[in-house]
């Protein structure tokens, strides 16, 4: 089994920034992806963002492209998404998310996830 457990999120003003760490331990594997997705009440969980964990490639939706970067530091098997010039549409619980296998955007594919983290931008 392979645990994630997600960090960093909180209140910000917007225009502010905030990052989130994405911890894994366990059965970890080098191959596969790791993602963000996010999921805003009364709304569907929705793709963030996705780094390719063997490539490093990375994959972003079109509403953060430009403002979130999705990373990583494979000596401490953790993913960071770095979310600047945030909005109140960015208030969501974000979630990291791992699968060993071909996946990338669609969140029903992944199959270890963390447990969320709240992220609330204040207009």
């Known amino acids: 089994q392979v645990q994630l457990v997600e960090s960093g999120g909180g209140l910000v003003q917007a225009g502010g920034s905030l990052r989130l760490s994405c911890a894994a331990s366990?059965?970890?594997?080098?191959?596969?992806?790791r993602a963000w997705f996010r999921q805003a009440p009364g709304k569907e969980r929705e793709f963030v963002a996705v780094i390719i964990w063997r490539s490093g490639a990375t994959y972003y939706a079109d509403s953060v492209k430009g403002r979130f970067t999705i990373s990583r530091d494979n000596a401490k098997n953790t993913m960071y998404l770095q979310m600047n010039s945030l909005q109140p549409e960015d208030t969501a619980v974000y979630y990291c998310?791992?699968?060993?296998?071909?996946?990338?955007?669609?969140?029903?594919?992944?199959?270890?996830w963390g447990q969320g983290t709240q992220v609330t931008v204040s207009s």
């Open positions: 366990g059965r970890t594997f080098s191959s596969g992806a």
């Open positions: 998310a791992a699968d060993a296998g071909s996946v990338l955007r669609k969140y029903n594919e992944y199959h270890y």
